[in-house]
């Protein structure tokens, strides 16, 4: 069965995220985009659940059977010599195992995606034999979800290398002449506010649908995600907790910031609080936990504008915000640690 045929039938029962907390549109899209067979790019800063979401929609995938030759070829359609000579063996692959993760940067060649010839083979076979080539990741990505990470990082020729096994589910080996199949879900992923990176190729854009994914809606929705994936090693009050996030937030939507701190940075505060309190030898966390790690986890996260970082450091401006939050919450958080 094709991997679209999967992720439709999947998408029909109803299916959900169940690591992402809100974003309820985004999930919306993403199961439009997936039913419709379409590949996605997401686009939005870092730490907002991206990758979390890709990897979701790997594990939604039910468990497949493929060979175990370097092209990992369908059962129901070998395409490599080693699979059409028997030497191959069938074997399963669960849901979370088809993820296939690339790592977007300047320096990733045409040959880390599709392969090369390995000389210890070329020797065995010869060089002009198929099987002295080394399949890359493109080729292991069949049945599977296909995640590259910050494409927009690559240039625009690399980007172009995908364009074929994009839209027709097989990459050709060019040097063979021969056609592979990899029928795979292709998730992509960009930063906007990152200024070092390559424009998307006007033909790749023609063959993805973008997805917008923020940060959550919510101080409620962002403390799910804190307590869901930071640490528990003393007691955080709630209230505290979510006093802390407020402050990520409300630094988040100031007017002179222009790289904003993530969800990611939220969880850290929030880990870093902890681990202060169990070495002051306490067993619950005050406000001056958080305040003690603020410097230290949020100044590199975030960036000022032009015309504020002039006259100010991300470290000052920290300092004037926590002063001004801490008359406005001082009894709130008087209560709370």
């Known amino acids: ?25 985004v999930k919306e899209q993403v199961k439009s985009a997936l039913f419709a067979g379409h590949h996605i790019i997401l686009i939005g800063p870092p730490g907002v659940g991206k990758t979390t979401l890709a990897l979701n929609i790997a594990k939604m995938l039910p468990e497949t059977e493929l060979y175990d030759c370097p092209f990992h070829c369908s059962v129901d359609n070998p395409q490599c010599e080693f699979c059409r000579a ?34 210890k083979r070329a020797l065995e076979y010869g060089p002009t034999s198929i099987k002295a080539f080394s399949p890359g990741k493109i080729f292991r990505a069949n049945k599977k979800i296909f995640f590259f990470d910050e494409i927009n990082r690559c240039p625009q020729k690399l980007q172009n290398t995908l364009l074929q096994v994009l839209a027709e589910k097989k990459a050709t080996i060019g040097s063979f002449e021969i056609d592979i199949e990899s029928d795979f879900i292709f998730i992509g992923t960009m930063n906007p506010q990152d200024k070092s990176t390559e424009p998307l190729s006007d033909v790749l854009l ?22 869901n994936n930071g640490l528990k090693e003393t007691e955080f009050d709630k209230k505290l907790a979510n006093i802390m996030i407020e402050l990520v937030r409300e630094i988040r939507e100031h007017p002179d910031v222009e790289k904003a701190p993530s969800v990611r940075a939220s969880i850290a505060l929030f880990n870093r609080a902890q681990a202060n309190a169990t070495l002051k030898v306490r067993k619950k966390v005050k406000w001056e936990d958080v305040k003690d790690s603020l410097v230290s986890v949020l100044a590199h996260r975030m960036a000022l504008k032009p015309s504020v970082e002039f006259n100010t450091t991300p470290e000052d401006f920290l300092k004037r915000i926590v002063e001004a939050f801490w008359e406005k919450k001082k009894e709130k958080i008087g209560d709370a640690g």
Do not use: A
């Open 86 to 119: 028997g030497k191959s063996h069938k074997i399963k692959v669960k849901g979370e195992e088809r993820f296939v993760r690339v790592q977007g940067s300047p320096d990733l060649t045409e040959e880390d995606l599709f392969g090369d010839i390995d000389p």
């Open 1 to 25: 069965m094709k991997i679209n045929q999967e992720m439709r039938e999947i998408i029909r029962k109803g299916v959900r995220f169940k690591d992402i907390f809100g974003l309820e549109k």
């Open 206 to 227: 023609d063959r993805v649908d973008f997805i917008k994914v923020g940060y959550p809606e919510s101080t409620e929705l962002e403390y799910e995600i804190v307590i």
